[in-house]
Nanobody, 124 residues
Framework: QVQLVESGGGLVQAGGSLRLSCAAS????????MGWFRQAPGKEREFVAV????????DYADSVKGRFTVWRDNAKNTVYLQMNSLKPEDTAVYYC?????????????????WGQGTQVTVSS
């Protein structure tokens, strides 16, 4: 199995930046992708960004393109999400997930393991 631990959330003003980290342990070498999802109160978990572990390919939700960047550090088994130009609409609990299914990495149901989440709050 894989254990994931997120960190880096916090409270920022609109236009500010945060960097989230997700450290993986266990059989991380065999995972297909690591993705970032977020969930705001009263809403379902939505896709934010993903990186394919083997080749580094990335994809982003339209709402964050041009503002967020995801990358990985293979030596540390860690994925990062740099969030710039933050908006109040970005406020949510952000979760890191590990995908072993070789299916759509933008679908939360395809992820096998999740971190505990880290709160991101953007004030107007």
């Amino acid at each position: 199995q894989v254990q994931l631990v997120e960190s880096g959330g916090g409270l920022v003003q609109a236009g500010g930046s945060l960097r989230l980290s997700c450290a993986a342990s266990g059989r991380a070498d065999s995972m297909y992708a690591m993705g970032w999802f977020r969930q705001a109160p009263g809403k379902e978990r939505e896709f934010v960004a993903v990186i394919i572990w083997s080749n580094g390919d990335t994809d982003y939700a339209d709402s964050v393109k041009g503002r967020f960047t995801v990358w990985r550090d293979n030596a540390k088994n860690t994925v990062y999400l740099q969030m710039n130009s933050l908006k109040p609409e970005d406020t949510a609990v952000y979760y890191c997930g590990s995908n072993f299914k070789f299916l759509s990495a933008g679908t939360a149901a395809n992820y096998d393991y999740w971190g505990q989440g880290t709160q991101v709050t953007v004030s107007s």
